[in-house]
């Protein structure tokens, strides 16, 4: 059975920092990356990197937030630095094989 299992998420300070992690079981993944959801918003991509390395991040955390995986732990990794309220959304890990798998989530709050 596929698992990914997001961990880290919390509250943070405007300026602040939060390491997302994310736990994949069950398969080998190509692409693993990380969407998110504010409230009364469609999910968006965040940042996606493949299992060569290549990233691609959404415009809006390019240059504050950066993704890393280690495919022997199957593990995808987001960094996230100067954190903005505008980041406050629930994180989803995913990870693709033939098919897209999501985790449940971890909650991201930025606020003063």
């Known amino acids: 059975q596929v698992q990914l299992v997001e961990s880290g998420g919390g509250s943070a300070q405007p300026g602040g920092s939060l390491r997302l992690s994310c736990a994949g079981s069950g398969s080998i993944f190509s692409n693993m990356g990380w969407y998110r959801q504010a409230p009364g918003k469609q999910r968006e991509m965040v940042a996606v990197i493949r299992r060569d390395g290549g990233t691609n991040y959404a415009d809006s955390v390019k240059g504050r937030f950066t993704i890393s995986r280690d495919n022997a732990k199957n593990m995808v990794y987001l960094q996230m630095n100067s954190l903005i309220p505008g980041d406050t959304a629930v994180y989803y890990c995913?990870?693709?094989?033939?098919?897209?798998?999501w985790g449940q989530g971890t909650q991201v709050t930025v606020s003063s």
């Open positions: 995913f990870g693709l094989t033939t098919l897209l798998h």
